[in-house]
């Protein structure tokens, strides 16, 4: 079976969203974040509807385009932290694409965080100590889910190189 779409996924600040443009234009194949698209479907940004309708609505239609996203190919998706653990998300990323799990320490994950945390949700508001007790929460629950890809790469790398070159060499022999 042919790879035609690949989903990087990761807790947030793993570079999901850079190395995903990055492995795009390598594989010459369509970026897409599911956040800019549920941007765009919803009028208004994941702060605003996390805020606004709470984080049940905003899985619900981040999973629809989610799905909206299977009719895609030759594309690269870079996914929202916590996609995999809703409903069965891992399940039909697994399904319908190849799954890359980037994975990185605490103290990385914690750091870009630190640099973002007003864009980020589910980190807005919170203190250092309050963000560093929310990503091992998160990390928790979300671990299982995150095993369950096809392959994981440890972020940082010095380059990028390691992730294009495998995708490149798994897209090769598929």
Known sequence: MAIERIYLIGMPGVGKSSLGKRL???LQWQWIDLDEQIEEKAGQNVSSLFNEHGEAFFRNLEQTVLK???AQTACVISCGGGT???SNNMQLINEN???IYLSASLAFIKQRVLQGKELRPLFKGL???EIIEK???LLAQRDPFYRQAKLEIS???KDANALFNKALELIQRA
Do not use: L, R
Request: glycine share 4%; net charge neutral.
């Open 24 to 26: 795009a234009q390598k």
């Open 68 to 70: 909206e996203s299977f």
């Open 84 to 86: 995999i653990s809703y």
């Open 97 to 99: 694409g190849f799954s």
């Open 127 to 129: 203190d250092e100590k």
């Open 135 to 137: 990503i091992k929460v």
């Open 155 to 157: 972020i940082p790398q």
